[in-house]
């Protein structure tokens, strides 16, 4: 037993077992020993030398040098911590941050505001509901009776807003979503039942969200809307972090039978894009501007919903080992990075992440899901080289042969254009016109990834600026840039996709239109297209052209940014190969293209902060009507770990 009775005046603190002797340790240590680590990140950036109630108690955030709004949530995953080690220090710091929350962003109709001035959004009241109120269903005990009674008269307040706030056309869909889960609480927590028939009643509406594929569409608006290609409003981060998790819970606090089932429908589809490293391949989703390769930037994690379901599929629970592996590996001084190459290249953490994960780690402690474990790790899907896989409400195709992953999109659900009006002349959104948008190696690892079409602090509050560059977008293109303007086949939403298999290859074919990040074509031209992707066990290749009236006076490249972390670098053998040394082996590259690669682009590493990975960008010129190939082979020295 850990020690107890370590006190503030007038607060007793017990303390409770926080892994029992029973439980095996590494699962649930993990979780355990993340969630202290990170708490204790918290403590170090909180501010209590300034007095001054504008800062005092508030998280200050290294990245973006203020004090986030929603860091009140932080008291959730805080009070756990107290009353699992007895410190005083962090139910201090829960009463610290929350008295920050009160007299900055908490508001009279009982909501709270999403930051103290760059935004007046009110629908994270459901967050912070569900935060508060499950500390103190928790944890409250560790409060004194006065700060008790205060916080859940707090709670009250907030659910009344909520009551008349939230419907199923509030926000994005993972209000709604969450919703659920903030009512259900909010009836055990204030003992009335009005909030469990509000529960009930919202989940209903939100099942008719779910798409024949088993996706939960709503992530932009029309919530039920459709693309030109009848593709619907996906999100993968806030779907497998934010709303299954939240639903998930609340169908089985609420026995909710029909929704249960729904999630594990939806959970097994989800589950499709995780790799074989804890990541998810969000590469093509509507909010994929928020992608970290460990979820997205603002939600609490997959965790709570995967391993409460895996009494369902005992898949689920290694999903969230996995992604939480994944987290723990891109944690540091305390604090979870936007990306795996984010601190090695210099980057500073937003704290956001951090806090707000907490709360999922907590969730899962708390829930007592981690009692026994499994003596095997079950396969997840893309651990299998299944051939291919088409998912049609987000116009995405995914390909698996030997050791390659692969995913090409041509999804064509723009978030921006339907969310800020006037916006789509500013581009930067997802990738679409066929992209390869993910190549993954199943012992080197990453290979490319997708960015943004152009960096864009889509949310404020809730993106980073670059720090230092080169950066250069991460897709795999077909590229050229006249009159200040680029066009890329990455931005053409009227592209045609094929793909097909033959025996032991697999094909992906695409034509279309370069067009900029807004999707204008080059003036006065017909600038075409075509892509091709070929896939086997022992290569992959990717093959790029361009026609028409203007390919005679452009300057066409085909750029492979091919990942290349900390410590990997790229070799140049002659002007047509290069060698990039990754942890786990060599990924060779060679091209056919007559000119080679350019040699001067490898010297230096370039940098995105979606999904947050270096990169060596090899670049190829492209003569008109000709086609220009780079294929990739590795050569494995150890399995990836």
Known sequence: MLAAGIALPGISLPAIAEISASEPKSTAQLYADTLKVWCDGLLARQVTEMRDPAFYGGLLCPACALIHGRCGDAVYPLLRMAHTTG??????AAMQVHEWSQAQVSREDGSWVNDVTLSNWLGISVFHAIALAEALEFHGVVLDESTRGRWKDRLAAAAKFLDSFITIETGNVNYPATATLAFQLCGRVLGDAHYFDRARALAQEVMGQFTPDGFLAGEGHPLNGASAKGCRPVDLGYNVEESLPSLALYSLLAEDKPVQEQVVAAMKTH?????????????WGTRNYKWSWWGSRTSDGCEPGFVLMSRFDGRFREVARRNLGLMAACTH???LYGGPDYFAHGDLPCIHHTFTHAKALATVLDRDELSSEMNERPALPRDEAYGLKSFRSIGTRMAAIGPWRATVTEYDWEYLEHVQPGADNLGGGHVSGGALSLLYHESLGPICTASMTKYLMVEIANQQQYRRGPHMDLTPRVEFTAAGETYTNLNDFRATLDASQSGSEIVFQVQGHLMTASRRPFSGSDLGYRMVYKMSEAVAEIAGSATGTGAASAHLRLIVPVIARS????EAVNSQTVRVAKANGTLTVSTDAEGGFDIAA???KTFNLVPGFEAVPLIVGIEPGKEARVQLRAEVSRPLQ
Do not use: H, T
């Not at 410590?567 to 790229?570: D, Q, T, V």
């Open 87 to 92: 410190e005083a220090k962090y139910v201090r």
């Open 567 to 570: 410590g990997e670098s790229a």
């Open 271 to 283: 589950m499709e894009f995780m790799l074989p490293d804890g990541s998810w391949d969000n590469s």
């Open 602 to 604: 490898i010297q230096e």
């Open 333 to 335: 001084d305390g604090l």
